[in-house]
């Protein structure tokens, strides 16, 4: 049976780089017969430039025309096999472009269900409802520091006009009764006035002469 219909290839494709290689090994192996072939060529030039018109010249000249178009076969080869490897590395810059490609849509699809999964734990009607919470906690504040920082000592109902009057009628006291004193503002209690006496316990009062000492 593997007669005749042969037998499975079992060996490896070559893949994308690997055709490239083999392709180079071509392009190298026909520039080493190009190379052979211009050396032959050389050779045949000198020799008719230095010939004269003849059997000869002419048999040599068909031989160095033989090996002529073998070169442009090698050339058009060549040219050929380049033209392939151009298309397999642009194949090539593709191929790497798309598996490029789809590692950035794998990191994409893979952020996406992250973030469903975070934004999917958010209640956007919560979040309303703090916020909600929140504006009446700072009406409550500000209520709260307007009751601490209200004033005691002047009455809400008290009219300005009232105020000016008052202030208006001590100034006309200061003017008829004089300059206000803060020594003279407060009496003196009764038993701190008059000038103070002689003790009643001293029987004369003394004379103001020295007791003269005795000798």
């Known amino acids: 049976m593997n007669r005749l219909f042969g037998s499975k290839n079992t060996a490896p494709k070559p893949n ?50 033989k090996v002529l178009q073998r ?8 040219d050929q096999l380049q033209q392939q490897s151009w298309n397999m590395e642009q194949a090539g810059m593709m191929q790497d472009n798309l598996k490029n490609v789809m590692v950035t849509v794998d990191a994409l699809k893979t952020t996406n269900k992250e973030l469903k999964k975070q934004y999917g734990k ?20 500000n209520d709260i520091q307007e009751s601490i920082s209200r004033s005691y000592d002047v009455p809400e109902d008290v009219d300005e006009a009232e105020l000016d009057a008052e202030l208006e009628a001590l100034g006309e006291e200061v003017e008829l009764g004089g300059e206000w004193d803060a020594e003279t503002a407060y009496e003196t209690p009764s038993f701190l006035q008059g000038e103070p006496g002689i003790p009643e316990f001293v029987d004369e009062p003394p004379t103001g002469e020295k007791v003269k000492q005795a000798i």
């Open 71 to 78: 070169r442009k076969m090698y050339e058009s080869q060549k």
């Open 16 to 65: 994308l780089q690997g055709a490239i290689s083999n392709l180079e090994t071509r392009i190298e192996s026909i520039d080493v017969q190009l190379s052979k072939l211009n050396a032959e060529l050389s050779t045949y030039q000198q020799r008719l430039v230095k010939m004269r018109d003849g059997p000869g010249k002419n048999a040599l000249k068909q031989k160095a025309l």
């Open 122 to 141: 958010i209640d956007i009607d919560k979040i309303e409802q703090l916020q909600d919470e929140m504006a009446d906690l700072m009406d409550i504040g």
